[in-house]
């Protein structure tokens, strides 16, 4: 079993920044891969960012260039900039093991224009 703790979310006006972090407890030794969902009201939770345990980081197309996934063993943090108010949602994290994937409770990013 994995664990998944985050936090950050918060209140932000267009154009600032917020950085989410997301730490993993248990038997993390399963995980390969680590990323960040996202579920905005009335909508079904997508893809945002991940890091595939490949070398490699990717992006939803709309947070390029603005969101920034970094990775340290079980710990993701994503680095959120120039946030627009369509990225209002509540942002979940994940971890993927061979046997199941593993979600985090939410933390919610709401951003006003």
């Known amino acids: 079993q994995v664990r998944l703790v985050e936090s950050g979310g918060g209140l932000v006006q267009a154009g600032g920044s917020l950085r989410l972090s997301c730490a993993a407890f248990?038997?993390?030794?399963?995980?390969?891969?680590m990323g960040w969902y996202r579920r905005a009201p009335g909508q079904a939770r997508v893809f945002v960012a991940k890091?595939?345990?490949?070398?490699n980081t990717l992006y939803l197309t709309a947070v390029k260039g603005r969101f920034t996934l970094t990775r340290d063993k079980n710990t993701i943090e994503l680095q959120m900039n120039n946030l627009k108010e369509e990225d209002t949602a509540e942002y979940y994290c994940?971890?993927?093991?061979?046997?199941?994937?593993?979600w985090g409770q939410g933390t919610q990013v709401t951003v006003s224009s």
């Open positions: 890091d595939p345990g490949l070398g």
């Open positions: 248990g038997d993390t030794s399963c995980i390969a891969g």
């Open positions: 994940k971890a993927e093991c061979e046997e199941a994937d593993y």
